[in-house]
């Protein structure tokens, strides 16, 4: 498979615990974006990377999360101190970078948190 | 800043058509719809880079008006499988990061 994979697929937690997940985008992109989505909302951005530069960051990404890309390849994105408001869907997706036009940012499957 | 969609819920039988509207108050780079079944993440359906643009997918189609920044998709003779929530993502700035402001959604539903 060589779409975008992530891990874990699910993940609990108790309220104050740290959490890492992981994503591994598609292998030749060169950009890769965190998203959250809540239940009933759509997805909400977080931030992205260019290779190994992060580019942009929500408001929503607050002083507890924490997003790197060491070697412009696969991403980490860590939550500190976990609360309840936490508890979400965290979906990753990568695109190449193109001269011309826009691309698909491809999803991948995405990490379901539970925070208790 | 999050584009609205509408309807937001539609009920349909096999075989009837729905239409998806998705209107920002931002001038527009691109759209991409996608849908999601439920515990799953959204899956790609098709991106629409120029206004006036329409395109096809299966049954599937959507067209993009640049000035009117609205974007409507087009399901015709629906399928059991169409059932999902329906997301547009708009894509402004000048398409310069591929960051994608997601729609409110509709929430399809196609019976027997």
């Known amino acids: 498979d060589t779409g975008v994979s992530q891990d874990p697929r699910h993940k609990i937690t108790k309220r104050g615990q740290n959490v890492t997940f992981r994503c591994d985008p598609i292998s030749e992109h060169n950009r890769l974006y965190w998203y959250r989505q809540t239940l009933g909302q759509g997805p909400e951005f977080l931030t992205y990377f260019q290779n190994e530069a992060q580019l942009e960051k929500s408001r929503l990404l607050s002083d507890r999360f924490s997003a790197e890309r060491p070697k412009g390849s696969f991403s980490t994105l860590e939550i500190q101190r976990t609360e309840q408001g936490d508890s979400a869907m965290y979906l990753c997706?990568?695109?190449?970078?193109?001269?011309?036009?826009?691309?698909?940012?491809?999803f991948g499957p995405g990490t379901r948190l539970t925070v208790l | 800043q999050q584009p609205v969609q509408s309807p937001q819920a539609v009920i349909l039988r096999e075989g009837e058509d729905a239409v998806i509207n998705c209107s920002s108050s931002k001038a527009l780079y691109s759209v991409h719809w996608y849908r999601q079944k439920h515990g799953e993440a959204p899956v790609f359906l098709m991106i629409l880079l120029k206004g006036g643009e329409q395109k096809g997918h299966e049954k599937i189609s959507a067209s993009f008006n640049e000035k009117k920044q609205q974007s409507s998709l087009y399901l015709t003779a629906s399928q059991l499988s169409y059932s999902g929530t329906y997301f547009c993502g708009t894509e402004i700035h000048g398409g310069a990061t591929n960051k994608l402001i997601f729609g409110t959604g509709t929430l399809l539903a196609v019976q027997p």
């Open positions: 997706a990568s695109s190449l970078v193109l001269l011309a036009g826009g691309v698909e940012p491809p």
